[in-house]
């Protein structure tokens, strides 16, 4: 059974967007569990499974498994309860796989412990209206985030949400200070936003309400990786620090 972190969860999270575990790895040790988080998202998971958790586990970091399931609620239910045995922190569904889904998700991560958080993703952000329209939805994106957001956290109880940073402030309004707000999309001042169609900072995400921040490649892919997730980190504490 994986031991438990009690320490204060990190509020930046490294992604790990390598097509290899040992690639992975490799990054993992040049970076410090007390500043950050790991998130392994799909092609990582598929190419190195649950022994990279457990390497990373070993390294005592916590780990966002990025899975995004959405399928029927048993089949969902049961990944769920798996991701958690791994002892990962995070684990997200799509919110549109609808409240008994995600109620099964949520039951079933707490049969196994109390402290693998599940989140939400609402509108993928690479989504727009024609996109929603495409799959028989009127609605604006931002009225769908604000409906699948209530779905998720306040009908299902799920602990938290992935967001655009764009979209943080109106779920704070509408959903209170409980939920956790995870937002990618982050770059700083300077920077280029690489494929990312709409960036913020560190520092405007948690202002707009973010409680922590995925950053990959402005880390994964620095000259020095530990003195870019420094800074990130540094950055996001300074916010804290000020209020
Ligand atoms: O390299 P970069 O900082 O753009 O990486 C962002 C990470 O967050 C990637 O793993 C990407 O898949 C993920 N992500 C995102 N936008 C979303 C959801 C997840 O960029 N809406």
Redesign the pocket.
């Known amino acids: 059974m994986p031991t438990v972190d009690h320490s204060p969860a990190p509020r930046l999270i490294v992604?790990l967007?390598f097509a290899d575990a040992d690639s992975a790895v490799a990054l993992a040790q040049r970076l410090d569990p007390s500043l950050c988080a790991l998130?392994v998202?799909f092609e990582l998971f598929v190419v190195a499974g649950p022994d990279l958790l457990g390497r990373l586990h070993d390294l005592g970091f916590r780990v966002f498994l990025?899975l995004k399931f959405h399928d029927i609620p048993n089949t969902v239910a049961a990944a769920c309860r798996a991701a958690a045995r791994t002892g990962v922190w995070l684990v997200n569904v799509h919110a549109s796989g609808g409240l008994q889904m995600m109620q099964a998700a949520h039951e079933a991560v707490r049969e196994v412990n109390d402290h693998t958080a599940v989140l939400a993703?609402t509108v993928?952000?690479?989504s727009d209206a024609q996109t929603l329209r495409e799959t028989g939805l009127q609605r604006s994106p931002e009225a769908h985030v604000r409906l699948l957001g209530n779905l998720a956290i306040a009908q299902a109880g799920l602990e938290g949400l992935?967001?655009?940073a764009q979209e943080a402030s109106m779920l704070r309004e509408e959903l209170g200070s409980g939920p956790m707000l995870v937002t990618?999309?982050?770059?700083l001042p300077d920077a280029t936003?690489?494929?990312?169609r709409r960036v913020m900072t560190p520092e405007s995400a948690l202002k707009a309400g973010a409680s922590a921040i995925?950053?990959?490649?402005?880390?994964?892919?620095a000259a020095d990786p530990a003195v870019a997730a420094t800074e990130f980190a540094h950055r996001l504490e300074r916010v804290f620090e000020s209020h």
């Open positions: 992604a967007d998130k998202g990025d993703v993928l952000t690479s992935v967001c655009s990618p999309g982050i770059r936003g690489d494929d990312q995925v950053v990959g490649r402005p880390i994964t892919r």
